[in-house]
């Protein structure tokens, strides 16, 4: 009840008295990755990789704010090291960030994973992503990389492995096949997926009508069962985003970039490309506004509370 009780006290707060504080924190780790992803804006030429120091006082400054749950990104964050900062003067990894951040009180902690190497974390929820089948993937990725993340997931024993597809005109037929291995999959719990967002290079976004196809399998895969995270109104709402990019409430996760930027929302909206959006949580986090039951469920049963 603590944490229940702490997230209702979050939104009456926001609701009533106006006092919009972060409840997440994206925290980009470093832009450092071992793929170039074709649909990847993050990676720079120059890898930019942060401290401990640095990153814990950035978790002291969120939690401050009201976050109370993480997210470690990258570049690919499995990479990252603090080299000999340990207590032992050891390296640091991933699992002293996690390990700061739930001293600091955190009530959950994620990471992104390409998936390319061991999935060791001692994350609550490990998100992997995970861009069609093999040939999708891989072509979207880099060639064999669908086979390493396959072999990766099959050997991990974290209790919350979790898929994420970035949908693309690439790879938007294989979005029933991605959904039936997640279900197939004995180590694998949810799958999420969002529609690439074009910081840059549009030629990847869908088209509406492709759109409009992903919109209906995911609601018929919702539907029968098929262990989706996305909201059924999460859904309907990501499939044209004027029909809520107006009325987001984006400012409920804030994002630390790899340079150091702490920005208030999502950074499409410093960009200025809201009006395509594709972002999941985005969805998400507009229903969480107005405590759409389906979005409450669906939270619940990927995080837990």
Request: with cysteine; hydrophobic share 40%.
């Amino acid at each position: 009840m603590g944490q229940l009780g702490y997230y209702a006290r979050w939104y009456l707060a926001a609701r009533l008295l106006g006092r919009l504080r972060p409840l997440q924190t994206v925290i980009f780790i470093s832009d450092r990755c071992n793929l170039r992803c074709r649909h990847c804006n993050v990676v720079q030429s120059d890898w930019r990789t942060k401290s401990y120091a640095q990153i814990e006082a950035e978790l002291l400054r969120s939690y401050a704010k009201g976050s109370r749950i993480v997210d470690f990104e990258g570049g690919e964050p499995l990479l990252w090291r603090d080299p000999g900062t340990g207590p032992d003067g050891a390296d640091r990894n991933i699992n002293d960030l996690i390990e700061l951040a739930r001293r600091i009180g955190y009530f959950s902690t994620t990471v992104t994973t390409n998936g390319t190497l061991p999935i060791e974390v001692k994350s609550d929820l490990v998100w992997i992503s995970l861009d069609g089948l093999q040939e999708a993937h891989d072509d979207q990725r880099g060639q064999g990389v669908f086979a390493r993340v396959m072999a990766h997931l099959e050997a991990s024993s974290h209790p919350n492995l979790n898929l994420n597809m970035v949908v693309t005109k690439r790879n938007f037929e294989d979005f029933v096949g991605i959904a039936t291995l997640v279900a197939d999959h004995p180590k694998l719990r949810k799958f999420s997926y969002s529609f690439y967002v074009p910081y840059s290079d549009r030629s990847l976004m869908v088209t509406q009508e492709q759109r409009d196809q992903v919109t209906t399998w995911a609601l018929e895969l919702k539907a029968k069962g098929f262990p989706l995270m996305n909201s059924k109104a999460g859904i309907k709402l990501l499939c044209d985003p004027r029909c809520f990019y107006k009325k987001r409430q984006c400012w409920v996760s804030n994002f630390i970039l790899a340079d150091g930027q702490d920005l208030p929302s999502c950074p499409g909206e410093a960009a200025g490309i809201c009006a395509d959006c594709g972002f999941g949580m985005g969805a998400e986090m507009t229903l969480l506004w107005n405590l759409h039951p389906s979005m409450l469920r669906s939270a619940l049963a990927v995080r837990g509370a």
